[in-house]
């Protein structure tokens, strides 16, 4: 009964599902003639509909999980690079164009006009949020729709919980610690944190991003969502 509630539970979640689940499942309770035609049927059911989309490109080795929700239509595409990982319940509207040997943590949000460079690495929760509205009048303050881009550069780190506001760019080798709110431009190779987001600290541009000991700067280790730790 065990693996008859994970394998329905994989096919209601859109979840990968192992090939093991599928013999162990039908040893039990499938007939063999039947099985064959079971595992095809799941397979079809858990294959997400963004890979038939023409207006997706995902460049080689790119390891994206199945309930990942990428939206693109003819003017709006979505280009992902070569060996992107990206992580569970992530969503993004194009356009939206994404490097090579990228990491993407779960429950990413990008929506359209966001460019993100290359080996660039985000945790999890992390929002890069475009649109907006221009301030209306007394009836409706939220006016007009606009859609200032976002953009990363090479080598970025951006911390958990993180949000980009549209307009932002952020310049290559740089940090935004765990819970910053962006809404200003950050020059390459700097650490920024805080809300609103400020300046943390300068790196030296010859040193490697990714050999960066995250203990050598505290404010990347505080709580989600705390300047203080609080």
Known sequence: MKRLKRLVAGILDHRYVRRSDFRQFSDQYVPRSEFRELERKVNS????RWRDNPHITVGAGCD????VALYAV????????RSVRLYRNAEMNGPVTIGDNCFINRDFYARRGTTIGDRVYFGPFVRLITDTH??????????RNVY???SIGDGC????????????T????????????????????????????RIIRRLDDGVDVQE?????IPELALPLGSATGS
């Open 45 to 48: 059911l858990l294959k997400p």
């Open 64 to 67: 994206i999980q199945n309930n």
């Open 74 to 81: 003819k003017g709006r595409e979505i280009r992902i690079g």
């Open 134 to 143: 221009e301030i209306g009048g007394p009836q409706r303050r939220a006016g």
């Open 148 to 150: 200032p881009e976002i």
């Open 157 to 168: 780190w951006v911390g958990a919980g993180a949000i980009v506001l549209g307009g932002v």
């Open 170 to 197: 952020i310049g290559a080798g740089s940090i935004v610690a765990a819970g910053a709110v962006v809404d200003k431009d950050v020059a390459a190779h700097t650490v920024v944190g805080g809300i609103p987001a």
């Open 212 to 216: 960066l000991n995250p203990m050598d």
